[in-house]
């Protein structure tokens, strides 16, 4: 069963990925700034490289939106965990989007740590896991 208390941490994680997504979907990569901790870690799909702190993270939302349009971005399956002051947060997320001429499509696990500090929660890690379209088609399906 789970407590009021992990219920409502929660709820403030679900709507702190609400808030994520929204401010880079809708071109507004700045305000991740005040979702994100100072020592905030963006690991590359793969785990090669990535960006440490949160104005490096910050930028590097700024630089895909600047390139990119978005023309669909899509969450389910949304699963949040909660130990005292450290959350993990995964979705499937499905996105379309355009860069130049050239339309993409990209789907996968967004993967976030959280941790609360003074009573508030920051995002301190993220990764995306990409999804082979064929572990889709097996993930999606009925049989077996």
């Known amino acids: ?15 702190l990925l609400k808030n994520i997504n929204e401010a ?9 700034r005040k979702y994100f901790h100072e020592d ?7 785990f ?11 930028e590097s939302y700024g630089d895909f939106i600047s390139h990119a ?5 899509q969450e389910s399956n949304q ?8 959350a993990v947060a995964s979705y499937r997320f499905e996105m379309q989007y355009q860069i130049g001429e050239e339309e993409h499509r990209d789907s996968g696990v967004d993967l976030f740590v959280f941790a609360r500090q003074k009573g ?7 990764t995306i896991i990409p999804l082979p379209e064929e572990k889709q ?6 049989c077996c």
């Open 40 to 46: 905030m870690v963006i690991a590359r799909p793969g």
């Open 137 to 142: 088609e097996m993930e999606t399906s009925r």
């Open 24 to 32: 880079w979907v809708q071109g507004h990569p700045e305000r991740l």
């Open 48 to 58: 090669r490289g990535g960006g440490r702190g949160k104005e490096v993270c910050v």
């Open 120 to 126: 508030t929660w920051r995002a301190v890690w993220r």
């Open 69 to 73: 349009t978005v023309r669909k971005f």
């Open 79 to 86: 699963q949040i965990d909660v130990w005292t002051d450290t």
């Open 1 to 15: 069963m789970v407590s009021d208390s992990n219920q409502k941490d929660q709820e403030e994680i679900r709507q």
